[in-house]
């Protein structure tokens, strides 16, 4: 086979040893450019992190990184091709280490995540240029995008310049659970942020005077609906808190939510019956509430019988992953902004488990499947002549 295993599992070590928690990517932003410029690629590196501070996300900081981007003139003709990993990991990620296993699984020491999301689809990207390179597989134009912090909501692809690609078609090594998998739709994301305030009064001398803010939420909560509204929309109230003392009736009340769907448009009509429910259910007691809903991202679905998915159902076959398959997630990723800027993208399982936590896990015979995989979709189709 091209992919060369012993390079490919070093490579994934050695982007795990990096400290990159989301916006601090400057060590692992660095390592990338130059591998990248070794390998032939035109390399760039924007200026999102300043987008951020500006924007009041981030504060300065010297860990800080901008977007690398990278280009890779054709061989072949065909149309360009993006291919995007994200740069950094969520918390516990300092400190990470790749233990490889005598049974082929590589586990993190237990202490912090693996960082195989998304260090797995790095080194596939990675070894798929360096197995084009070596073995002169025809192959179009190129683009190579590792945005920071794509695991608060995709903050490094939201700001990106989007003038500059040229593909209209995107793999995104972004996705956990079995190989030959890729999610063809994801949802919409609304942070809901929930103030109510009541009035305060001594919850022993004279409780009648005050307006009870905790009532009012769990009233307004009680009569909303928790978990699955429907097949493709829930929610979610994750956070509460208001009070000052245990004898005091409590005059204000902060609650954090939030709400899914692969459909935009329930997701706003959802958000809008939680203003009005708790608006009114504030009302009757006196009160007020304020529901504010920020979209994170935003919903996509690609095409089942686009360029994109047949390209994916071809590498799959190649590879041996059989038709391949195209699944809804209910996670984001950095695909949602793509998709808002006109490009049809897949986001493709990339040989990670158990993600998000420090049972995190990947093995070596998954990260090779998923070089194989990239250089299939990276590869110029022959196609015969009839």
Not at 367 to 377: I, M, R
Request: hydrophobic share 40%.
């Amino acid at each position: 086979m091209p992919v060369q295993k012993d390079r490919l599992v070093t490579e994934f070590e050695k982007l795990v040893s990096f400290d990159s928690e989301s916006y601090h990517e400057r060590k692992i932003a660095d390592y990338l450019k130059a591998q990248l410029a070794e390998l032939g690629l035109r390399v760039t590196e924007d200026r999102a992190d300043e987008g951020l501070i500006r924007e009041g996300v981030i504060s300065h900081g010297p860990e800080h990184a901008g977007n690398v981007y990278g280009t890779l003139k054709g061989t072949a003709p065909g149309s360009p091709i993006l291919f995007s990993a994200h740069m950094d990991t969520v918390k516990p990620g300092n400190g990470k280490q790749a233990v490889i296993c005598e049974d082929g699984r590589i586990t993190s020491a237990g202490d912090t995540v693996l960082g195989a999301d998304d260090a797995g689809g790095l080194a596939a990207i990675l070894e798929m240029l360096r197995v084009l390179r070596e073995d002169g597989i025809p192959h179009p134009d190129l683009e190579v995008l590792f945005p920071i912090a794509e695991e608060p909501y995709g903050q490094g692809s939201r700001v990106f310049d989007y003038t500059q690609l040229q593909a209209r078609k995107a793999f995104v090594f972004d996705l956990s659970g079995g190989l030959g998998r890729a999610a063809a739709a994801a949802p919409t994301i609304l942070a809901l942020q929930v103030t109510v305030k009541g009035r305060s009064a001594h919850a022993g001398f004279c409780p009648e005077e005050g307006i009870h803010a905790i009532r009012i939420a769990a009233e307004a909560m009680a009569s909303l609906p928790s978990g699955w509204v429907d097949e493709s929309t829930s929610i979610n109230f994750g956070i509460i808190s208001g009070g000052t003392l245990r004898n005091i009736v409590p005059d204000r009340v902060s609650i954090e939510g939030e709400i899914r769907s692969l459909d935009h448009e329930k997701a706003l009509a959802l958000a809008d019956r939680v203003r009005t429910v708790f608006e009114e259910t504030a009302a009757r007691y006196g009160g007020s509430a304020q529901v504010r809903a920020d979209v994170q991202i935003r919903a996509y679905r690609t095409d089942p019988d686009s360029e994109t998915a047949r390209d994916f159902h071809r590498a799959c076959r190649e590879t041996g992953l059989g038709e391949g398959e195209l699944v809804d997630t209910f996670g984001g990723s950095d695909n949602n902004h793509f998709a808002q800027h006109g490009i049809e993208g897949l986001v493709v399982a990339s040989a990670m488990q158990n993600v998000h936590t420090t049972e995190e896990y990947t093995t070596v015979s998954d990260l090779v499947k998923v070089a194989e995989l990239a250089v299939a979709l990276a590869r110029k189709e022959e196609r015969k002549e009839e």
